[in-house]
């Protein structure tokens, strides 16, 4: 009688701490995206669930489908949702959870992960407004250089010009002026040579 007693309250203490464990409350998990949530087209990511059990079954879920859905058995405390070639319609919002292998309900969602698919060949085609702003500068830096060099050679051509010609014009009337010194000499010259040679006394005649 007493063996029976023990037998079944022991059955009853069984069923009752497993019961505890299907109805305890699973703490929600943690969502991130490797390397980064903002992937361009054709890339990859990595979408981790971390829970708080081991051995559990992870699952995630995209808001705007409700089609979607990936499940992974882990031995440990998380799991890893590779997605692969990325494309415009798989950006979206994505969450996780994760169920023990006693319980058939889902733990609470994960927080929100926004993912976000950018398009590689648009940012070819319009590079942000830094990069333009910075373009821009550097192109108009560039002609202004280019400008003051063309004018520092401008003038400096001006100048040397300036100086060759006031040289020659120096020399022209250097070479002018000697002409004129030697037939003012040679007529002096002259008029002493024929005053020499007049007698005395033929200018009172």
Same mark, same amino acid.
């Given at each position: 009688?007493?063996?029976?007693?023990?037998?079944?309250?022991?059955?009853?203490?069984?069923?009752?701490?497993?019961?505890?464990?299907?109805?305890?409350?699973?703490?929600?998990?943690?969502?991130?995206?490797?390397?980064?949530?903002?992937?361009?087209?054709?890339?990859?990511?990595?979408?981790?669930?971390?829970?708080?059990?081991?051995?559990?079954?992870?699952?995630?879920?995209?808001?705007?489908?409700?089609?979607?859905?990936?499940?992974?058995? &882990?031995?440990?405390?998380?799991? /890893?949702?590779?997605?692969?070639? %990325? *494309?415009?319609? =798989?950006?979206?919002?994505?969450?996780? $959870?994760?169920?023990?292998?006693? &319980?058939?309900?889902?733990?609470? /969602?994960?927080?929100?992960?926004? %993912? *976000?698919?950018? =398009?590689?060949?648009?940012?070819?085609? $319009?590079?942000?407004?830094?990069?333009?702003?910075?373009?821009?500068?550097?192109?108009?830096?560039?002609? %202004?250089?280019?400008?003051?060099?063309?004018?520092?050679?401008?003038?400096?051509?001006?100048?040397?010009?300036?100086?060759?010609?006031?040289?020659?014009?120096?020399?022209?009337?250097?070479?002018?002026?000697?002409?004129?010194?030697?037939?003012?000499?040679?007529?002096?010259?002259?008029?002493?040579?024929?005053?020499?040679?007049?007698?005395?006394?033929?200018?009172?005649?």
């Amino acid at each position: 009688m007493i063996t029976e007693f023990l037998s079944l309250l022991c059955l009853g203490l069984s069923l009752g701490f497993e019961d505890e464990k299907k109805n305890e409350t699973l703490i929600k998990p943690y969502l991130s995206a490797l390397p980064s949530p903002v992937v361009e087209q054709g890339h990859n990511v990595t979408l981790r669930c971390l829970g708080h059990r081991h051995n559990v079954t992870f699952m995630l879920g995209k808001l705007q489908d409700s089609g979607y859905r990936q499940e992974q058995r &882990s031995a440990g405390y998380e799991a /890893e949702f590779l997605l692969t070639h %990325l *494309e415009p319609k =798989d950006a979206g919002t994505y969450f996780c $959870a994760y169920k023990t292998m006693d &319980s058939q309900e889902w733990s609470e /969602e994960s927080e929100h992960l926004q %993912l *976000e698919v950018t =398009d590689d060949r648009n940012k070819r085609r $319009a590079p942000p407004g830094g990069k333009v702003t910075r373009s821009i500068i550097a192109a108009t830096c560039s002609c %202004l250089s280019i400008l003051l060099l063309f004018l520092s050679v401008f003038l400096i051509n001006r100048c040397t010009q300036h100086d060759l010609s006031h040289e020659e014009s120096t020399e022209r009337t250097s070479h002018s002026k000697l002409p004129q010194q030697e037939a003012m000499d040679s007529s002096d010259l002259e008029r002493t040579s024929v005053s020499a040679e007049r007698p005395p006394g033929s200018e009172l005649c």
